[in-house]
């Protein structure tokens, strides 16, 4: 999607403020598109796979008259297209329906659950990254050496497991063997009621309070689900930066810095990582992205209270506007993210400038 | 190599390495013949291999290889037997059945899973690709617009979604699936239909008079296709998680079908005092995915030299 970098005479103002006015048409284009995509497939599963959504809705007991009641309020007389509209007005307004299993409204449900699976992407993004990016720079040095080896396996491996297993067999050794883990949730039961959330990230909360012996305890229930995510976001995270490392130590600057006499070090970290980091920032936004929707499977393991637990508790009750509601949220979420790491490469990288 | 001087063999690797080959046969072989001895030298890759043509092994022969049947159970005699146990080498699970042979007939879902996929999805992409590369204009930009759409969905929560509105079954997991993962291979044949759009041979079939039809699908289609197979074999891996998933999740295959997702699920509740009954299955799980990852990674480094060095 990146500008071709061709060199250009300088323009007048008008000119570069028309290009830049293009280049915004065409993300705003890319932008509503994306999300009338998302919407229409929404819609799509909503009302149009389900043999009757009135069924869905009021269940095989109702009445007759109850239905065809149903059938007028839900829209569902009206042709597809005002159907569709019907729904994007009341999305836009913020209405995603009711869920039937909570009886709230989907949109308060999401807002209550959501903090929770963004505090442990963000652990295990965190996690990842800390991890991810030193070792990819190591087996991209030491290239071809048992390290390199190592680094690769260990990625290939978290291309290859399945995550709820893992997250399974983690509880076995690190709460049940070893009791080194706190589970299940997010905090204790003895602090629920003393604990008073500002932020919706508990361990955020818990440190700005300075209630340290909560912030352990909360400590204590992410580790486990924040590292075993962290360990996905490594495996994508430690791989990129190998090729992106291997393919800046390949470039004359760094002879040319050698040369010079800059100690090795300085070489990789200074001259060839921060060549590297303008690509890899794009791959840690993307993999924080990845980690949103994967955190679905870690949740239902560790119980841990997020959108995925909320949409598979859904999904088991038949709550299909919860389950849509919750789709939305992370799908809207995924598309702001995956836009955002477009911005930030066309930010960072000075050749994607518009001239 | 082996010592043997075997005259004969030397003799075909000649006729299959020869620069001038005399027909289009003795040409393709060799080409063929190139990209194996690419692949055999890595030894990760091979392996791989090897996994993947045992996984087809046992699911074709699962009739034979299972000791006890995969979803009758002993419930009175062999109920959560731990491994090792005689006759039953991976322990049973709660109903008495036992895992080994549910893990042996559960191949078979797997690769029908993983098969399924591929054959709907890959031609979705080939088709949409090939045609919007070659087609250019306002044709390209709608349909790129729409898969661009659909890569910037999240792709297990919409699986997720589509399987929970279709009915939980193995089928339903294979669509929704389907659905979300034919966008990138859309955009790997759009990429390579560009590179070969303009160049000397599309001109002189065109020249010849055929219609944009057949150019596509006899001339560009072909051109798209190693890149393809290695996109889709890097996927299958992904494509085993994500149906396990929906497995886990209950969307999958019923009871007491033996998929291993759902067999992880049901093992579930036993994980800290009867381990194996989840265990066993991520194992089979892990296997078969990382095989299917150092196949990919194999066959990309064989097919295309430039990009395997990095």
Not at chain 2, 145 to 165: E, S
Not at chain 2, 254 to 277: K, N, Y
Request: include cysteine.
């Amino acid at each position: 999607m990146a500008m071709a970098g061709t060199v250009q005479a300088p323009r007048s103002s008008q000119a570069r403020a028309r290009a830049w006015l293009l280049g915004f048409l065409r993300f705003a284009t890319v932008i509503v598109t994306t999300y009338l995509g998302l919407l229409a497939v929404t819609f799509f599963i909503g009302r149009v796979i389900p043999i009757d959504p009135v069924l869905a809705v009021l269940g095989d007991h109702a009445s007759a008259s109850a239905i065809a009641q149903a059938r007028r309020e839900m829209g569902l007389d009206l042709p597809l297209w005002q159907q569709f509209l019907l729904y994007l007005r009341q999305v836009l307004s913020g209405d995603l329906g009711t869920s039937v299993l909570t009886t709230n409204p989907v949109t308060t449900d999401i807002v209550r659950v959501f903090p929770a699976t963004l505090e442990l992407a963000t652990f295990g993004t965190i996690v990842g990254v800390a991890i991810g990016i030193p070792l990819g720079v190591l087996a991209a040095v030491r290239r071809g050496s048992l390290a390199d080896q190592v680094v690769r396996l260990v990625g290939l491996a978290g291309y290859s497991i399945p995550i709820f297993w893992l997250a399974l067999v983690g509880l076995l050794f690190f709460y049940a063997r070893l009791r080194w883990v706190a589970f299940p949730g997010r905090i204790d039961v003895a602090y629920e009621y003393t604990f008073t959330p500002i932020t919706g990230l508990y361990l955020v909360d818990a440190v700005i309070q300075g209630q340290w012996d909560v912030a352990w305890d909360v400590f204590r229930h992410i580790v486990l689900p924040g590292c075993l995510l962290g360990y996905f976001s490594l495996a994508y995270v430690s791989r990129m930066t190998r090729s992106f490392m291997l393919n800046e130590l390949g470039q004359e600057y760094i002879v040319a810095a050698r040369a010079k006499g800059l100690a090795e070090r300085r070489v990789i970290w200074r001259h060839a990582l921060r060549n590297a980091a303008v690509p890899l920032v794009t791959v840690v936004v993307l993999s924080y992205a990845s980690l949103l929707e994967g955190s679905v499977l870690t949740e239902i393991v560790f119980s841990w209270p997020g959108i995925g637990s909320y949409i598979t508790n859904a999904l088991q009750n038949a709550d299909m506007s919860a389950v849509l509601g919750g789709t939305l949220i992370i799908g809207s979420v995924f598309i702001a993210i995956n836009l955002l790491s477009d911005v930030l490469y066309r930010a960072l990288d000075p050749r994607t400038r518009v001239r | 190599m082996s010592a043997l001087p075997a005259a004969p063999r030397q003799g075909r690797r000649a006729w299959l390495l020869s620069n001038s080959p005399a027909s289009r046969l003795q040409a393709r072989l060799g080409r063929a013949y190139m990209v194996w001895l690419r692949f055999s030298a890595n030894g990760l890759a091979v392996a791989g291999l090897a996994i993947i043509l045992l996984l087809v092994l046992v699911a074709i022969f699962a009739g034979l290889l299972a000791p006890h049947s995969p979803t009758l159970g002993d419930l009175a005699g062999a109920r959560l037997l731990p491994p090792g146990t005689p006759g039953y080498l991976l322990g049973t699970d709660d109903q008495g059945r036992d895992i080994l042979s549910r893990l042996i007939y559960g191949s078979r879902l797997t690769l029908f899973v993983v098969v399924l996929v591929a054959v709907i999805a890959a031609p979705v992409g080939l088709l949409v690709g090939t045609v919007a590369g070659y087609a250019g204009g306002w044709l390209d930009a709608v349909l790129m617009r729409i898969t661009d759409i659909f890569l910037a969905f999240p792709k297990l929560v919409l699986a997720l979604a589509f399987a929970a509105a279709l009915g939980p079954g193995i089928e339903n997991a294979v669509i929704a699936i389907a659905i979300t993962s034919w966008p990138p291979y859309a955009r790997i044949a759009r990429a390579e239909t560009l590179t070969v759009r303009n160049s000397d041979y599309i001109a002189a079939v065109r020249l010849v008079g055929a219609s944009p039809w057949r150019i596509v699908l006899r001339h560009v289609m072909p051109m798209c296709l190693s890149s393809l197979i290695v996109r889709v074999t890097l996927d299958m891996a992904g494509i085993i998680l994500t149906a396990a998933g929906l497995g886990f999740l209950g969307l999958g295959a019923q009871p007491p079908t033996p998929e291993w997702g759902a067999m992880i699920a049901s093992g579930r509740r036993f994980i800290l005092d009867q381990w194996w009954v989840a265990t066993m299955p991520g194992i089979a799980i892990f296997v078969v995915s990382l095989g299917f990852n150092l196949l990919g990674d194999g066959l990309r480094d064989a097919l295309d030299p430039k990009e395997g060095a990095q």
